[in-house]
Nanobody
């Protein structure tokens, strides 16, 4: 079975940086679409960044130029480098593995890691 374990969430001041990590087991990050989503209190979960199995990256407009998603296929991990953090980036961040199926796709989620941006 697929398991995703996130780490790296923390309290950071505005303008600071964090790197989130997601360790995958049961499947490989290189052959699936990997993504980072976030959910702030009272808001719906939203896509932050994703990387397809072909390497194409996609970012939410709100994080373009500040966040970078990348994979380490040897370690079977995906990362989210977050720079120039803003208070509005505060949320629980979830790692997602999207596996293509003949009928569509199947999503797997990690447990989430809290990111708080505050002075």
């Amino acid at each position: 079975q697929v398991q995703l374990v996130e780490s790296g969430g923390d309290l950071v001041q505005p303008g600071g940086s964090l790197r989130l990590s997601c360790a995958a087991s049961g499947s490989t990050v290189s052959t699936n679409t990997m993504g980072w989503y976030r959910q702030a209190p009272g808001k719906e979960r939203e896509l932050v960044a994703s990387v397809g199995n072909g390497g194409r990256r996609n970012y939410a407009e709100s994080v373009k130029g500040r966040f970078t998603i990348f994979r380490d296929n040897d370690k079977n991990q995906v990362y989210l480098q977050m720079d120039s953090l803003k208070p509005e980036d505060t949320a629980v961040y979830y790692c997602n593995l999207r596996m293509a199926r003949w009928w569509g796709h199947e999503d797997y989620w990690g447990q989430g890691t809290q990111v708080t941006v505050s002075s």
